[in-house]
């Protein structure tokens, strides 16, 4: 079993923004895993599928970002997932817009949703899909960058990699992680 967790935040007026790269992610692998019924379980959004029979749990954290780690740690000991199969999947500022790269693995890079998995977790050891926002142009603070919405091609750029990094995921879960960073790195 895999648990997959998309990193956002919460309520209407962060959908779909930079931020919540995560949440749509872990949407897309709903659909095409047919989980249909999501609950409200350890402080996160959750649903269940399988993907070329292996079993996933997926979840949205409904903390914010920044306090992701507690719902994550909640549903790895829920579930008796341990480390090794968990997958996080979180925008990046420090990735072109549009592209994916996938690791196990490394620091948070001052991203406070990773930070938070971090602390909890007690280990940087796990699998990090991490789906291209880009930097805010001009002086514009990254706050209002990553959570606000992409307009025109950047929107296009951002579902074409909030797409590839749903895929990626799947691909981790599959057949591991050299292949799947041949194909998406």
């Given at each position: ?31 095409e ?13 959750t ?9 996933l ?12 780690g ?32 996938v ?33 805010p ?40 992680l ?8």
């Open positions: 079993m895999f648990l997959i967790v998309g990193l956002g935040n919460p309520g209407e007026e962060y959908a779909h923004t930079r931020h919540n790269a995560g949440f749509d992610a872990v949407d897309i692998i709903g659909d895993v047919g989980a249909r019924y999501w609950k409200t379980e350890c402080g996160s959004l649903a269940k599928g399988a993907y070329r029979d292996v079993d749990v997926l979840a949205k954290p409904q903390s914010y970002m920044n306090t992701s507690g719902p994550v740690k909640q549903l790895m000991n829920a579930y008796g997932v341990d480390a090794s199969h968990l997958v996080v999947i979180h925008d990046e500022l420090d990735i072109d817009p549009g592209t994916v790269r690791k196990f693995g490394g620091g948070h890079a001052g991203h406070n949703g990773l930070r938070s998995i971090c602390d909890k977790l007690g280990t940087r050891d796990w699998f990090r899909v991490r789906v291209g926002i880009g930097r142009p001009g002086r514009m603070p990254v706050v209002d960058w990553v959570l606000s919405l992409p307009k025109k091609d950047a929107a296009d750029d951002f579902a074409y990699a909030v797409d590839r990094g749903a895929q990626a995921a799947l691909s981790l879960v599959t057949v591991g050299e292949k799947t960073q041949q194909s998406f790195n």
